[in-house]
């Protein structure tokens, strides 16, 4: 089991589901987790560990942005940093979508993560120490969904960055890795594809099921760890054998996620 005792870890997206997760498993792993969301509920999985600090931020604002930026960068510095906050497009795809849609989804899905993982990397490479990021994309970069285009290329854009940052930082020993998860049980995904699989319709995996938010969390805190010195620039599918299914999938023609 990787530990991770007395780091600092910075979880975006860490209200509910694959976020949340996170944060819970590096707090009982011995980290030192700040945890962020724009939704209140996060302070509820600060009252879970003493190791955990919730932090109420909306990274579409600016100002907040900064302010989580000048706090990673800032000594001493975070020796982890999940970005696992994302947002979902409207409703039709990229036919429904206009400017300010795009502006929101690739500030919260994009921006954040690249202004984030920059202001840690400066901390750690201010302290002359190693680090880790991991990001979180998603199988719908190469298995894309109707009507989540604009989604999909949000998740590309992270997907490409892994890699850049992973060059940029490797010479100051900071690890950058992504996670790639499949259909995974969470709140997002009930909402958007609820009643979209079910017992007759399982999700299209070779295991024949959705994975859980904690079955995630379990790669990512590994790539967080001393366990994966070794690894920078992967991404990891966790997706149930997703990309190799040939079963059928209901989402396969046009749908549109609820509002």
């Known amino acids: 089991m990787s530990t991770l005792l007395d780091r600092r870890a910075f979880v975006t997206g860490a209200a509910v589901g694959i976020g949340r997760a996170t944060a819970v498993l590096l707090a009982e792993r011995g980290a030192h987790v700040i945890a962020v969301d724009r939704a209140d509920e996060v302070t509820a999985v600060g009252g879970l560990s003493d190791r955990i600090e919730p932090v109420v931020a909306d990274l579409s604002d600016r100002d907040a942005l900064e302010m989580l930026c ?74 894309p969904v109707p009507g989540f285009g604009l989604y999909v290329t949000s998740k590309g ?33 009930r909402k958007t594809m609820g009643g979209v699989w079910g017992e007759t319709s399982p999700p299209p995996t070779l295991l024949g099921r959705a994975g859980s938010p904690e079955e995630i969390a379990e790669v990512v805190a590994f790539l967080a760890s001393d366990e994966a010195s070794y690894m920078t620039g992967a991404v990891v599918p966790v997706d149930g054998g997703r990309r190799l299914s040939r079963r059928y999938d209901p989402l396969a023609g046009p749908h549109e996620p609820d509002e």
């Not at 995974?184 to 995904?189: E, L």
């Open 157 to 189: 854009a992270v997907n490409a960055a892994t890699g850049a940052l992973a060059v940029e930082l490797g010479e100051f020993g900071i690890r950058v890795n992504s996670v790639s998860p499949g259909v995974v049980n969470t709140p997002s995904i």
């Open 70 to 143: 000048r706090r990673l960068s800032n000594s001493p510095a975070t020796d982890v940093l999940v970005n696992c906050a994302a947002t979902y497009p409207p409703a039709g795809g990229f036919l429904a979508a206009g400017i300010d849609d795009w502006e929101h989804l690739l500030r919260v899905n994009v921006v954040a993560m690249g202004m984030l993982s920059r202001a840690a990397a400066e901390g750690l490479r201010s302290e002359g120490r190693p680090g880790a990021i991991v990001n979180v994309d998603s199988v719908q970069e190469s298995l």
